[in-house]
């Protein structure tokens, strides 16, 4: 199979979120959301919490108010960091080194239901996907009819893996939760792009001292993948293709 366009969806791990971080720096921490959850407490302190730090997301610039928009990043500002993390993140890293199309996240992060929704409309040669929390889909209308009903993430895999099945040329990457554990489904296991060694992220984080998160390069209390962790991953994506796809 010739690949020439691999679409890449997932949450905000997908997405890149805080890779600026290293062109930009930090952006400027914003007290009154600290203020908010803690009247008592005026600022970040030495570690700062992600909600009091803006990132590039689409969301916040064309769908927030403009009174919104103030405190987190003026239109120069949004662009540049958003095109940092897009040329940092691994979908973009995977495209350049295999020199193919990519299609990747715009939006910060989504559910399983809206990843599946884009799934439809995508007819990339490969498809590669990062679940998102299960919670997130507890309230979503996909959840809310009666015979659809999940009452343990076990049966939430059942699920919504056999929509994935659906899906053509799909390939998934192994996330960042500890209910990795639970998808036990065949249909998963046999696609999924091994990461270092590990059939997830949250694997290789539970055998490892190092985290390879964003708070580990920063003073930041945060876990998304640091710029390490997506070269780690782009790096044995491609890898995959290459054995995979001769």
Known sequence: MNIKNIGFYGDSFTFGQYLDFYDYGMTPCDDRFIHAINPLKKRCGHTHLPINHGYPSIQDYIHMGEQHRNWRLNQNDWWRRFMSLVSRRYPTKVGHELNVDVTSPLHNGMNNHFILEDLQHDDSDLKIVMLSHPIRDMFDDLMQDEDLMVYNIKNYYDFIMEKFSKIKNIRF??????????????????RLIPIHGYPSIYHLRKDSEKQYTIGEDFP??????????????????CEYIRKEFK
Not at 183 to 189: G, I, R
């Open 173 to 190: 990457i192994g996330s960042w939760l500890d209910e990795e554990d639970f998808v036990e489904l065949p249909f998963y296991q046999e």
């Open 220 to 237: 930041i209390e945060d876990y998304h993948p640091s710029q390490e962790l997506h070269d780690i991953i782009a790096h044995d994506v």
